[in-house]
């Protein structure tokens, strides 16, 4: 086996060891299925600034239901800053509503905060396997029956492996690798399968120099009610199609 193969089976075998490991007691564990679809679109507004948007729909699967058990569309939006090639701020908004077809439905207003670093980010063989580190903190203000509030700290570990191509380029599929920790502050929201840790793996194409698409799996475990215990395994499906044209020049072109 050559050097450079050995990396990339370790950081491939990372994120399944630990999707494999979230359900501990499998056996007394319910394990449902969403579906999460999302269009995230960026476009750099500065030397060091941009600006981004997320459409996105999520669904609990169910066999008796077409559209499924609740439904939850979303709009997310926000601006970063560059304060070095390695380290990035960024503040944002998001809007979500879920329907609930058993109780009332649920409707989000959501503040965030987070810094991302990039590390390591090396030259050389290693710089196909940049490190992506993302700490957010959100605050969450939900209106069901009455408005409650709730914050969370999440930290996010992932990166994106080139497979044909030495780099991420038009023409490379890669493979995305993520795991996620959720850790309440606040928390006084009753929502439906509240996160509380999360790994992922998926394939993705690289289109041209603006269009991405990727599929990834996701393992979490969740909870129903504020009152339960993180009990239930998710199956996550997430399709996302990312953008960074600008939109105006596409319509002037049409």
């Known amino acids: 086996m050559t050097a450079a193969r050995r990396p990339t089976r370790v950081l491939l075998a990372v994120p399944l060891l630990l999707a494999v490991s979230l359900p501990v007691s499998g056996q007394e564990e319910e394990t449902r299925t969403q579906l999460w679809l999302s269009y995230q679109h960026q476009h750099k507004v500065g030397e060091k600034t941009r600006v981004f948007t997320r459409l996105g729909y999520d669904e609990l699967l169910s066999t008796e239901d077409f559209f499924g058990e609740w439904k939850k569309p979303y709009i997310k939006g926000g601006v970063s800053y560059d304060f070095a090639e390695r380290f990035s701020v960024a503040v944002g908004t998001g809007l979500f509503y879920t329907f609930r077809p058993e109780i009332e439905d649920l409707f989000e207003f ?11 980010d090396s ?51 890669y493979v995305p690798l ?36 990727d599929l990834s799996y996701q393992r979490q475990r969740s909870r129903s009610t504020i009152e339960e215990e993180f009990k239930t395994s998710s199956n996550v499906i997430d399709f996302k199609i990312k953008s960074s044209f600008r939109i105006r020049d596409l319509v002037k072109g049409r």
């Open 110 to 120: 959501r503040l965030y905060q987070e810094g991302t670093a990039f590390w390591p």
């Open 123 to 173: 030259f050389g063989v290693v710089r196909r396997w940049v490190l992506t580190h993302r700490l957010r903190l959100e605050e969450r203000f939900t209106e069901a029956d009455g408005w409650n509030f709730a914050m969370r700290l999440r930290y996010r570990l992932d990166t994106k492996i080139p497979l044909n191509k030495y780099t991420l380029e038009p023409g490379a599929f």
């Open 178 to 213: 993520a795991v996620e920790f959720f850790a309440d502050i606040i928390d006084e929201i009753p929502e439906f399968f509240a996160k509380r840790n999360r790994a992922s793996i998926g394939l993705g194409y690289v289109i041209n120099r603006n269009w991405t698409v």
